[in-house]
Every structure is written in structure tokens, then in C-alpha cells.
T-cell receptor
């Protein structure tokens, strides 16, 4: 069966520090991958999505970037974190055989202080 | 994506069936109804989806009215672990930019 892993679960970082969040999917090939952010008490904001290795589309211009170095690996990065980058970051995947259903990881709660 | 309307909150006694309504009166013919839930501090979890017919899986049942303008998610025997925010989403499956938009959802509280 397919599984999605996200880490770390929680992260506290100072303003101006770099960020790297990793997401990997197992049990499927060539998935579409997504990074979302959810602010406290708010809905989901799509940040990036990828339909293949090296292919990244950005939904919202911001302080973050994404990369997909391998088929089932998706990385969210920042060179210098801002206070406004705090939030709950979620990785998700979809594959052709899943009726376009998105499956989410457990999330990373990032606090920038 | 069609707009959905859900009650902001509901309570249900443990062991009873929880019936969560969703209104989507502007749904178009090729839009599906999806249900997700989000337990506190966890990622959203897919529950079920359907187009026209009623659907059932190991988690829940989905009842869609004949005119498709509303639907009901049924959790047949609610447990305390079903306490979560439930989201009804109506959209056309689009393999590519599959941006999910969650509304405010229904906060379901299961009471012991």
C-alpha cells in the first residue's frame, strides 16, 4: 500500500535561518506531489505542486522554494525564514489510479521565532 | 469548483450514526463530491467520494440526492476518534494542478 512520510513533525526555527522539509512517498510511482500551508484556524493554501522530477509549479510568490530531486521525494526550502512562514505544512500526493484523490502526510508544524 | 455549505458544528453521541449534511446547489454535471476530515493537529484524511450514486466504504457512506444539489456523509457508529472537522468539497477531477480548497467545514464532536 502507499504511504507518505513527512518530517520533522515539529520545528522551531529563528527568523533568518534556513529551512528544509522533506516528504517521501512509498508504494507508487510518478505521483503528483503538493506542498500546502495551513495557518492556524484557516484553510489550505497550495504552495507548490510537481508532476515529475525537476518540474515545479509555484502557486504563490513567497519566501519558499521547492525541489523534486527524485520521483517520490519533494523538498520545501527557504534560505531565510520570516515570522510569517510559521504554520502547518502539509505534503500530499495523487497518482493516476487514485481517482484524483489527494492523500496527505501528517504535517510539519513550523514556528518561526 | 462549486461552492458548498455545511453547518459549522454538530454533536453526536458515541455509538450512534453521525449524519453530516452538505449543500452544493450549484454543482455541475462533471463535478464530484469528496469528503475529507482533519483531526486536530493532523493532516487531512480522505474519507469518500462520489458522482451520482450512493457510495460506501469501510469508513463511511455517502448519500447524494437525485438532483445532486446536496449530500450527506454518514458515519454509521461514531466513536470518540471521529471527533474532527469534516470538509465537503465539490470539484472536477483534474490530474495536474489539483488544488484542493477546503471551506470552513463542520466541527463534529462525539460525546461519550
Amino acid at each position: 500500500s502507499q504511504t507518505i512520510h513527512q518530517w520533522p513533525a515539529t520545528l522551531v526555527q529563528p527568523v533568518g535561518s534556513p529551512l528544509s522539509l522533506e516528504c517521501t512517498v512509498e508504494g507508487t510511482s510518478n505521483p503528483n506531489l503538493y506542498w500546502y500551508r495551513q495557518a492556524a484556524g484557516r484553510g489550505l493554501q497550495l504552495l507548490f505542486y510537481s508532476v515529475g522530477i525537476g518540474q515545479i509549479s509555484s502557486e504563490v510568490p513567497q519566501n519558499l522554494s521547492a525541489s523534486r530531486p527524485q520521483d517520490r521525494q519533494f523538498i520545501l526550502s527557504s534560505k531565510k525564514l520570516l515570522l510569517s512562514d510559521s504554520g502547518f505544512y502539509l505534503c500530499a500526493w495523487t497518482s493516476l489510479g487514485s481517482a484524483h484523490i489527494q492523500y496527505f502526510g501528517a504535517g510539519t508544524r513550523l514556528s518561526v521565532l | 469548483d462549486a461552492k458548498t455549505t455545511q453547518p459549522p458544528s454538530m454533536d453526536c453521541a458515541e455509538g450512534r450514526a453521525a449524519n453530516l449534511p452538505c449543500n452544493h446547489s450549484t454543482i455541475s454535471g462533471n463535478e464530484y463530491v469528496y469528503w475529507y476530515r482533519q483531526i486536530h493537529s493532523q493532516g487531512p484524511q480522505y474519507i469518500i467520494h462520489g458522482l451520482k450514486n450512493n457510495e460506501t466504504n469501510e469508513m463511511a457512506s455517502l448519500i447524494i440526492t437525485e438532483d445532486r444539489k446536496s449530500s450527506t456523509l454518514i458515519l454509521p457508529h461514531a466513536t470518540l476518534r471521529d471527533t474532527a472537522v469534516y470538509y465537503c468539497i465539490v470539484r472536477v477531477p483534474n490530474f495536474g494542478n489539483e488544488k484542493l480548497t477546503f471551506g470552513t467545514g463542520t466541527r463534529l464532536t462525539i460525546i461519550p
